[in-house]
Every structure is written in structure tokens, then in C-alpha cells.
């Protein structure tokens, strides 16, 4: 019997990255996309789609399980900004939205993976079929980091993984030890750019993960809108965490970052 895998898919590539690999294992992908934010090109790269409103929690939930699904991975972005915009939330979401003391998003995350195993379905981690992409440790760019650098990535590094315990954000933006910019609900590219407007040229991006990070969700991931943003900030550095991030069509990033004359470095 072909196993089933379903695919709670948010925006950008990774949602049919993810459905091609598992296709590839032998799996059967069902996928539930949200309007809006899921690339409509997913419809070409699974055997059954979906599509609900962000926040219809109820109906997540019947179309994974009328299609029998019990293991499921949750991949792609979905703006947290869009929580106080944009749901439409049914019931059921409403009643999980009322019952939570801690509305961040990765609180929020944690409860809707409870109330999918109270249905029966698992929540895998999301990087389950994406191993291959996730960055290794080094200097990833023909250039390494200067002295100067290496001391921004060393701060920078403390101050990222102190802001992430508390949940606030991955990625800070440092320059000669000084924090520019601090991630929180707009997310890394706006980070990065604003960072770059204070610190002017020569900045350093620092992009972690919690050190009690849930792999189920929101695995950091750079593509090429980031080398876009460091650009604009006129940042020379970023700075990942080794086996905790994604990169995105690598070959094409490196050739990027070389291109602007940003090293990115993995630790």
C-alpha cells in the first residue's frame, strides 16, 4: 500500500521541493495550501491539493484526515504579520487561539501540532525530505571573513542565540560590536535592511536557530530574496548555523554572494 504523506504548505519553493523528494521516496503527497500564500504551481507537483483560508484550522484538519493522512510535514513561509491581518479563523481556530497563554508563533505552532495529533496526525520534522539542502559548516564563499568580521560574527552569535531563547527572533545585524538591528515580527529580509540603514555599509548578519528549536517548524532558510536584501543593506557578511538552516538553490546563492562580495560562513 503507497504511503501517504500530507504537505500543510506555505509560500516560496520549499513547499515543491519538499513534494518532489517525497514523491521521489514513493509516497503519495496530499497537500493543504493556503489562499494566498501557496504558490499555485504546487498543484503540479502533488496527487491532491487543498485550499483553505489561513486559520481555518477545522478544515486543515477534515482534509488531511478524509484523505487518510496520519504523518504530516509543515514547510514554507507564512508571514506572521498576517495573524493580525489577514485570518479568517473558523471555530476551531478560534477556540485553540482562545485557550493559549502564549501567543508567539512558535506557541502557536506548538498547539496546532497538538491538536493535529488529537486527530491522529504527526507533525514531522520539516526538514524530513530536505537533509540534502541543509547548510554545512565553513566558509561557503570564495571570501572568508576579515579579523573585523569574524569578531562581529563571535558578538553577533551571543546576541542571536540570546534573543532566540527568548523567541523573538533568529537574526541580528552587528557592525564593530555594536547591535544595529534585532529580528522580530517583520522578519530576517526587513531585518537585514534595516540594520543596513543604520550601520551604512560593512555590516554583518548573524541568523540562528532557538536553542530549544522545534524542527517541526520554521527552519531558518536563506534564498536568494536574502542575498537581495544584503545586498541592499550593503552587508559583506552572513553568518549560519551549521546543519540548523536551510539554503535554497546553493550553487546559485554562492555565485551571488561572490558576485556582491558577501562571505557566508556556517558554524
Known sequence: MEEIVGLIA???SLPIVTAQEAKGRGYKVVAVAIEGETSKELEGYVDRIHWIH???????????KGEGVRQAVMIGKIPMTHLFSDVRPDLRAALLYLKLKDRRGDAILAALAEELLADGITLLDSTTFLNPLLVEKGVLTMRCPDQREWEDIAFGWKVAKAVAHLSIGQTVVVKDLVVLAVEAIEGTDATIRRGGELGREGAVVVKVSRPDHDMRFDVPVVGMET???????????LALEAGK?????KEEIIRAADGIGVAIVAQ
Open 227 to 237: 542575498i537581495t536584501s544584503l545586498k541592499e543593506a550593503r552587508a559583506t557578511v
Open 245 to 249: 538552516a536551510l539554503l535554497l538553490d
Open 10 to 12: 506555505g509560500s516560496g
Open 54 to 64: 489561513l486559520g481555518q484550522l477545522g478544515r486543515l484538519i477534515e482534509a488531511l
